[in-house]
């Protein structure tokens, strides 16, 4: 069985022990791959269950499958509740600046599974990691040092997660069309061949979920990552130019 397959066989699980069981049930915390072929399982139907897709908060990108009895009269708060916490890390004022790759790597290099860690927050004075409760302990006994910086560790309910002040630019511009490669090309200032690749690469998702079509048009409103150059989302559709393009506003986080 392979990745994908393991991926695809949990989800089942998950679902069936939560129409079996008449209780709630979730996955580990997924990348945009992952979610891409656990919600292709839901899209097939799953009589007697609710699904979701969690993360902690709004936008977050990697997130879990939440299994809900249809049946059970229950809001998607209560049934979310205690699923994911937030492991806060403090770093002295006058310590380097961290990136989101130096928490990441310092986390994975105690032998952490990424499925238990969601998003890496990151701030001037630390970040906050959404974790699942099971590792909690652990993290806060053992880890204690972010490359050669030591560190304050604690944890806080997923309610106090702190969201840094974002940073945006405006991108306006004229596409050919509303092809994912072409916006791709536009909001991350690469060519569209290079846009291309990224995204039969699997590196580009939509609305959270991995996009691996090219021509897939995309609609105002959609939400895009291109990995290791952020999250862009397409404001604004208008109508063509002269010369037969599509005028599109882009939000670029930065």
Not at 175 to 183: E, F, G, I
Request: proline share 3%.
């Amino acid at each position: 069985m392979d990745a994908d397959e393991l991926i695809r066989a949990k989800a089942e699980d998950r679902i069936a022990q939560c129409r079996d069981g008449w209780y709630v049930t979730s996955t580990g915390l997924l990348d945009s791959h992952e979610q891409a072929i656990v919600q292709g399982v839901t899209r097939r139907g799953s009589a007697g269950v609710r699904t979701l897709m969690y993360g902690g908060y709004e936008g977050a990108e990697r997130r879990m499958l939440v299994c809900i009895p249809a049946d059970i009269p229950m809001t998607d708060e209560e049934a979310v509740s205690g699923l994911l916490e937030v492991l806060r890390v403090e770093k002295p004022a006058i310590s380097r600046e961290l990136s989101h790759r130096d928490y990441l790597g310092s986390i994975l290099g105690l032998g952490i599974d990424r499925s238990v860690t969601g998003d890496i927050l990151v701030r001037d004075d630390g970040a906050d990691i959404i974790i699942m409760p099971e590792i909690a302990d652990f993290l806060k006994r053992e880890y204690s040092q972010v490359g050669r910086t030591v560190v304050k560790v604690s944890t806080v309910p997923i309610e106090e997660l702190i969201i840094p002040d974002i940073r945006t630019e405006v991108i306006k511009d004229t596409v050919p069309s509303l092809r994912l490669d072409c916006v791709i090309s536009s909001a991350f200032r690469i060519s569209r061949a290079k846009a291309a690749e990224a995204i039969r690469a699997g590196i580009v998702s939509v609305d959270h979920i991995e996009c691996l079509k090219t021509d897939f048009r995309l609609e105002e409103g959609a939400i895009m990552v291109l990995k290791g150059k952020g999250k862009a989302v397409l404001r604004e559709v208008g109508g063509e130019s002269k010369k037969n393009r599509v005028w599109i506003k882009i939000e670029r986080f930065v």
